[in-house]
């Protein structure tokens, strides 16, 4: 049971948003994914989607995009980015597809790993933070903690994290979620929201102890990166 990852799938099924108006290697990319994605994940693998699945504004309209990726071979866990603004209740998303999990102050198992994780924000540093940034970036903290805490008090020791939003910003320079990832000894950490000429900012390998791995679709080539046999 592989595990995979991929973020920012940006899917506009209706056609209300076409990527390619950003560069041409969006062009058709929902058949790129899916191309892809049926050659490499099985059903009994799981993918973990680190935000901005859809354009969507209401789940109404997204319900295409989220059928799409339903029906993708495996299980999929999934966060919210910020333009997933369609995201409602999350009882009402677990409740809507049995192979697909909503992450939001939870959980989910895959193996003996507990899958966390949260949004993120922009960050304290960054010149793109201001003054009204500080109470949701808080608000992310706080979720990402309650998402590893509920992982600790049901035994589990092994955590991967997806977070949305780089870890760091533009300094490179460690945050509170960084020394989150290090306090709870979190193995892996998936994010994506990294395009075009913000992907200076990408940071990859391992830093004290902790890998940090970017999915962002047109960073890996719009092809599910494998992160665990």
């Given amino acids: 049971m592989a595990l995979y990852a991929i973020s920012d799938l940006h899917l506009s099924l209706s056609g209300d948003k076409p990527m390619d108006v950003f560069s041409e290697e969006w062009k058709n990319h929902d058949v790129r994914i899916r191309e892809n994605w049926l050659k490499k994940v099985k059903e009994e693998d799981t993918v973990l989607l680190a935000g901005d699945l859809s354009w969507s504004m209401k789940l109404q309209g997204g319900k295409e995009e989220l059928d799409f990726v339903a029906g993708l071979p495996g299980r999929k866990i999934i966060i919210k980015g910020n333009h997933d603004y369609w995201w409602g209740s999350i009882t009402k998303l677990n409740s809507m597809y049995d192979n ?48 590893l805490d509920a992982a600790k008090k049901k035994g589990f020791q092994k955590f991967i994290v997806m977070i949305h939003y780089p870890p760091v910003n533009e300094t490179f320079k460690d945050s509170e979620f960084t ?27 391992e830093r004290k102890g902790v890998e940090y791995i970017l999915t962002s679709c047109d960073y890996i080539g719009f092809d599910p990166v494998l992160i665990k046999t």
């Fill in 100 to 147: 697909m999990d909503f992450i939001q102050n939870n959980f989910f198992a895959y193996e003996d790993y507990a899958i966390c994780g949260t949004r993120g924000w922009v960050l304290p540093g960054s010149s793109l933070f201001k003054e009204e940034d500080e109470k949701i970036f808080r608000r992310e903290v706080l979720r990402l903690k309650m998402s």
């Fill in 179 to 205: 020394d989150i990832f290090e306090e709870y000894g979190v193995e892996k950490v998936i994010y994506g929201h990294l395009h075009g000429k913000s992907l200076q900012r990408v940071m990859t390998g």
